[in-house]
């Protein structure tokens, strides 16, 4: 258990809901007169085994209601498991629910204080931090209104700016990189990376795969309660992926394409021009008006090895609104850096909210790359390369 900082053995929750059938006013009447109330079992968690090595970034990755919060919940000791063994190696700050112990009535400045005594700061400690928490949170001007004149963004970068000076050994985090707007979730994303080199344990749980791909060193899939998937971050992302758009992949004839199919894509091409590569697709709204689709591709070599991707939400591109019969073609060109052989690109386009797909291809087109220099790797980079005789000084 040394080199164990948690460990989940045969973990189960059920919730019990009360369940009352009132099919008449009659029948509703009489039930106020009953004392015992039924109950429907809502089984969470099934089965869940785990063990997690002190220093480890472990991704938790799901649908909705699949289980992840509830895990991290028991974890955090807010709810107790209806059965099993959970085992927690070293001290704990939770991320989940940020502000939880945040009074509304007292101002900025005292909330710093009562929270960070909360997450298990000394007075001296939050003393010694204040002005970092501050900065960090950019309320420099608004410590000493009242919180609940705060707007709600306000309250939560405090929160996390408080949470991220707690040193415990275990960080349990849900979804802290959706945290405040686009340039403070930049500040947490470098938090993230000072985290990932320290020695602390991180159990993260996201819907954002890049995320879990670039911090996690391993992840787990969750879904209906059970982990269906875990090991590698990026093959984990990818079952996930996958499972979102399950039911629409085994409708679907074609192999390799998947989505809900209410907006497609079409003429994929992809030319090598010299040095330069150019792709381009087609997207048309099908069935429907469809708001700001995410568009992007991935670039993969023969031996299935992802080399490349991008999209048009990482690169803060708005794709705009499209009316039913309406399309928009995505054009990239990118220098040719690749080395002699073949590759395939898979084209996607995604819901607005980046987790569902309206019409996924995998390796829809593939382009060839011929070189007449010989060279090794992966890549080909243009560079300067140049010798210098060095003489040798004379002795003096």
Same mark, same amino acid.
């Given at each position: 258990?040394?080199?164990?900082?948690?460990?989940?053995?045969?973990?189960?929750?059920?919730?019990?809901?009360?369940?009352?059938?009132?099919?008449?006013?009659?029948?509703?009447?009489?039930?106020?007169?009953? #004392?015992?109330?039924?109950?429907?079992?809502?089984? %969470?968690? =099934?089965? $869940?085994?785990?063990?997690? !090595?002190?220093?480890? *970034? /472990?991704?938790?990755?799901?649908?909705?209601?699949?289980?992840?919060?509830?895990?991290?919940?028991?974890?955090?000791?807010?709810?107790?498991?209806?059965?099993?063994?959970?085992?927690?190696?070293?001290?704990?700050?939770?991320?989940?629910?940020?502000?939880?112990?945040?009074?509304?009535?007292?101002?900025?400045?005292?909330?710093?204080?009562?929270?960070?005594?909360?997450?298990?700061?000394?007075?001296?400690?939050?003393?010694?931090?204040?002005?970092?928490?501050?900065?960090?949170?950019?309320?420099?001007?608004?410590?000493?209104?009242?919180?609940?004149?705060?707007?709600?963004?306000?309250?939560?970068?405090?929160?996390?700016?408080?949470?991220?000076?707690?040193?415990?050994?275990?960080?349990?985090?849900?979804?802290?990189?959706?945290?405040?707007? #686009?340039?403070?979730?930049?500040?947490?994303?470098? %938090?993230? =990376?000072? $985290?990932?080199?320290?020695? !602390?344990?991180?159990? *993260? /749980?996201?819907?954002?795969?890049?995320?879990?791909?670039?911090?996690?060193?391993?992840?787990?899939?969750?879904?209906?309660?059970?982990?269906?998937?875990?090991?590698?971050?990026?093959?984990?992302?990818?079952?996930?992926?996958?499972?979102?758009?399950?039911?629409?992949?085994?409708?679907?004839?074609?192999?390799?394409?998947?989505?809900?199919?209410?907006?497609?894509?079409?003429?994929?091409?992809?030319?090598?021009?010299?040095?330069?590569?150019?792709?381009?697709?087609?997207?048309?709204?099908?069935?429907?008006?469809?708001?700001?689709?995410?568009?992007?591709?991935?670039?993969?070599?023969?031996?299935?090895?992802?080399?490349?991707?991008?999209?048009?939400?990482?690169?803060?591109?708005?794709?705009?609104?499209?009316?039913?019969?309406?399309?928009?073609?995505?054009?990239?060109?990118?220098?040719?850096?690749?080395?002699?052989?073949?590759?395939?690109?898979?084209?996607?386009?995604?819901?607005?909210?980046?987790?569902?797909?309206?019409?996924?291809?995998?390796?829809?087109?593939?382009?060839?790359?011929?070189?007449?220099?010989?060279?090794?790797?992966?890549?080909?980079?243009?560079?300067?390369?140049?010798?210098?005789?060095?003489?040798?000084?004379?002795?003096?």
């Amino acid at each position: 258990m040394s080199n164990i900082a948690i460990s989940l053995k045969l973990v189960n929750k059920i919730f019990k809901l009360p369940h009352e059938r009132r099919d008449t006013l009659k029948s509703a009447f009489v039930n106020i007169f009953k #004392a015992k109330t039924s109950y429907e079992e809502y089984h %969470v968690l =099934k089965d $869940i085994s785990l063990e997690i !090595k002190k220093g480890e *970034f /472990v991704g938790v990755v799901g649908r909705n209601g699949s289980g992840k919060s509830t895990l991290l919940k028991i974890l955090s000791e807010i709810y107790k498991p209806t059965s099993g063994d959970v085992k927690i190696n070293g001290s704990l700050t939770s991320f989940i629910e940020l502000g939880i112990g945040f009074n509304p009535e007292l101002t900025g400045r005292e909330n710093v204080y009562l929270n960070g005594v909360i997450l298990g700061l000394t007075k001296k400690g939050v003393e010694e931090k204040y002005d970092e928490i501050v900065a960090f949170a950019e309320l420099e001007k608004f410590m000493d209104q009242k919180l609940k004149n705060y707007s709600s963004g306000m309250q939560v970068r405090l929160a996390f700016s408080i949470a991220i000076q707690a040193h415990n050994d275990i960080l349990l985090v849900d979804e802290v990189l959706a945290v405040g707007d #686009a340039d403070f979730q930049k500040k947490c994303a470098t %938090v993230f =990376k000072q $985290i990932k080199n320290s020695d !602390k344990t991180v159990v *993260f /749980v996201s819907h954002d795969m890049s995320a879990v791909k670039e911090y996690c060193d391993k992840a787990i899939l969750i879904e209906d309660g059970k982990i269906i998937s875990s090991g590698d971050p990026e093959k984990v992302a990818n079952d996930y992926t996958q499972l979102f758009n399950k039911e629409a992949v085994e409708a679907s004839k074609e192999e390799g394409r998947w989505g809900d199919m209410q907006a497609v894509i079409s003429n994929v091409s992809a030319k090598v021009n010299k040095d330069i590569i150019d792709v381009k697709y087609k997207f048309t709204a099908k069935k429907k008006e469809i708001k700001d689709p995410i568009m992007g591709l991935i670039i993969r070599d023969a031996s299935n090895n992802h080399l490349f991707d991008t999209n048009t939400k990482w690169k803060k591109i708005s794709t705009g609104t499209l009316k039913k019969g309406e399309a928009i073609e995505l054009h990239l060109t990118m220098p040719n850096i690749f080395q002699a052989g073949q590759y395939s690109i898979s084209v996607a386009a995604a819901h607005e909210d980046g987790y569902n797909f309206y019409d996924w291809q995998d390796r829809a087109v593939t382009f060839d790359v011929t070189r007449n220099q010989a060279t090794a790797g992966m890549l080909v980079l243009d560079t300067d390369l140049k010798l210098r005789k060095i003489t040798r000084d004379k002795p003096v």
